[in-house]
């Protein structure tokens, strides 16, 4: 009954979102992932297969900038300020730590995730099990876009405080230094200039300098997101 009682609490009313059980049950599960540092972990479990027998099952017991950034916006959205500010603190921590050289993803206490490896277990039918995600060796330039759209959220909200300010403006300069050079992308593949990563990027630039317009950050991002944005006009644009 208490843990009831501690759940139902803890879970807003959500009223005014299309589908407001629905929505309680997702916000439900994602504050369950959530841990006491703010950060939300992608699954509770390791190695469950993607498809039988087709070696597409990996550990994913690890904190995503991007899914951290994408619940923030969401629960921003659905006026969740829980959620948001884990979501705005542990990716701020994560800037103001690691800066241009900011992870794709981190363990659940904010540290670099361990080398992938096999277990010898006989995991679940029809996988095998691991430990660990090769995201850690990947640059994904599209985190820092997803980061300054977590952060215009907050800032429309009211929740952006001046170390979450730090973080965007090590955001920014991390795109300014580094959006030319090849990455993953979200798909995690071979490292290319990825049309994808370059509009989130011009996305979250353009959001910060919407939500904020006499910030002292605002016209640098506009001006650099005019500039990704031509970029990519100029060399991702099929001819017809």
Known sequence: AATERAWRA???????????GDARRA??????????GGGLIAAATT????????????DYRYVWIRDQSYTGQAAAAAQAPELLDAAVRFVGERLLSDGPRLAPAY????????EQHELDLPGYPGGSSRTGNHVRKQFQLDCFGE???????????????????????LAVR?????????????????????THSRLTCVAGLRALAGAAPRHPLA????????????????????PD
Not at 47 to 57: D, F, H, M, T
Not at 174 to 194: F, I, T
């Open 10 to 20: 803890s879970v807003p009313p959500l009223e005014r979102t299309v589908a407001p």
């Open 27 to 36: 916000y439900a599960v994602l504050r369950g992932l959530t841990t006491h």
């Open 47 to 58: 190695s469950l297969p993607e498809r039988a027998e087709a070696g597409r099952n990996y």
């Open 107 to 114: 363990t659940l206490h904010g540290g670099p995730v361990p």
């Open 147 to 169: 980061a300054l759209l977590l952060f215009a959220a907050a800032e429309r909200a009211g929740r952006l405080d001046g170390e979450g300010w730090k973080a965007a403006d």
């Open 174 to 194: 991390a795109v300014a230094d580094r959006w030319r050079e090849p990455d993953a992308g979200v798909w995690e593949l071979e490292p290319r200039q990825w």
């Open 219 to 238: 016209d640098p991002c506009a001006h650099l997101a005019d500039t990704l944005f031509a970029e990519v006009c100029a060399s991702a644009v099929h």
